[in-house]
């Protein structure tokens, strides 16, 4: 638990003291639940046995977010192509989920985005059954998030005739839509919120630790009491022994992994994981002209076009994937079938020359009989294959806090004891609270601190009530008020406060995660590497060639992406993104040995 004389903000500070003692309690203490996962569900965990006074740790192997929670269609949403499969109790599930998260849990983080279902063009007779069907659907979705109430979050639906839609979306064909239905679902940055969840977790009293990866389990009998680790950023040092009364694995794709540390005594994980590809467009706000996103049906998957910011996310694709795990790829084939997709109804068709950037991720479906992956199960299991061991796997980043509560409810269940119901859905994340206010009042505070209100608005969305203390920095060194070279949409001080308060390490961590630098520029970042480099050296102490070493390998990476974006199939795209090496040696140490490229 928090010593109650320190306050929330600074026992949630990820700075690199905090790591060296986190790794030193790693070394020292027992937990009670030891958390290997750094995801949306391995962060909600740690943070939901922590708000049970539990003693927790956290280990990921990367960085936080680093695998599927950050690359998803930025959307909290109850899903209503689940509607049609009649999973109504996912929806209701989902929608209540985002109601807590956009008014309570992190408001600043979880907005309403109005979304058009566009109702295709033909005989009336077909124009009219559309319309009732999707109506139907839309409706429906509105009675499961509760049609009144301050805890819904987003405004009700409405139906829109031709004029009205294209109104609102004037880059709608005239001639392939008669009308659309709008309605609202959630939109949210899905790396900062695992931030401000591990963050959270870490006030109260939850050891988190970064680029410590997990080779092993430790047993005793039959039961597993711990797990061997090796911490990336000091790969010369011994691996180490961390002692815990119920380990918990939020691995997401990687579930399968835990499971095979295991093989040698013959243990089954219960289920199997399946990933499936998504990958996203960005193109700027200005290559399409619209107010609203759309949703579109698609012959394999449910196609958004998302309003973001200066920007356009276009996604997704639904497609198996086997290879490397770590960097899914995406193919000239993933591009060009989104760009077939999306211009079916825009007016003026989207061509490569607009993308400025890519992203693909991999969602962990649990398996089944099913061949595509797009009619695999959205439900998450808890499953314990070894006394001492939960795996939970599957579910959607909607409903990460109900995996969390799931697999802690059972994790406290074995530990005996009192029990010690979940609290999170009345836990407001780091940044949440006071976020009204703050926003009401967001000219005077730009006035107090000499910015333009437009800087507040944007750390206030981003970092919510903890925006003062980038103001601070902001004040105490006026070179971080500066825009980042390359990147005018973001500020010097969120690259220092990524280093000195949310656990950053790396330059990559900065440009992909903590901010969204490297796909919303045309130059995915690398005209701001050097910039970046610079601010988060002087936080962490870089020498010289330690900050020319992260921008080499950033430059690499991006160089490594462009190439496997013009490779024809997922085979190619694979080998041509593993050309570049992680630069947490994440490859290399699991015997790889891959050479330093750059473009």
Known sequence: MRDPSVSRYAAGRLSPIR????????RDEQFDVLVVGGGVTGAGAALDAASRGLKVALVEARDLAAGTSSRSSKLIHGGLRYLEQLELHLVHEALTERGLLSTRLAPHLVRPVPILVPLPAGNPAVRVARRAY???????????????????GMPLHRHLTRDGARHLFPSLRAEAVSGAIRYYDGQVDDARLVVDLARTAASLGAAVVTSARVVGFVREAREVVGVRVRDLEAPDAPEFEVRARTVVAATGVWSDDMSQMLRDVGVRPGFKVR??????????????????????????????V?????????????TDWKLDRSHPAASARDIRYLLDQVNTVLDRPLTTDDIEGVYAGLRPLLSGEADSTSKLSREHAVVEPMLGLLLVAGGKYTTYRVMAADVIDQAVRRLGGPTRPSRTDQLPLLGADGYA????????????????????????????????????????????????????????????????????????DVLTRRTRISIETAHRGTESAAHAAEVMGDALGWDKAQREREVEHYLARVAAERQSQTMPDDLAADAARLGAPDVRGYARDRGVDLPLTTP
Do not use: C, N
């Open 437 to 508: 206010a703050a926003w009401r009042d967001r000219q005077d505070t730009a006035r107090r601190h000499g910015v333009t209100t437009g800087v507040v608005e944007h750390l206030l969305e981003r970092y919510g009530t903890l925006t003062v203390h980038l103001l601070a920095m902001m004040k105490t060194d006026p070179a971080l008020a500066a825009p980042l070279a390359g990147a005018p949409e973001y500020l010097a001080a969120e690259v220092a406060y990524a280093a000195l308060a949310e656990g950053a390490l790396h330059l990559d």
């Open 275 to 304: 990933a499936s590809k998504g990958v996203h467009l960005v193109v700027p706000r200005s290559a399409i002209t619209g107010e609203a996103g759309l949703i579109l049906r698609t012959p394999t998957s449910v196609l958004f």
């Open 134 to 152: 999707y109506g139907l659907g839309v409706a429906a979705y509105d009675v499961f998030a509760g049609i009144f109430g301050p805890g819904r």
């Open 19 to 26: 790591r060296v003692a986190d790794l030193r309690r790693l």
């Open 306 to 318: 998302i309003p973001w910011g200066g920007h356009w996310i276009i996604g997704t694709t639904d």
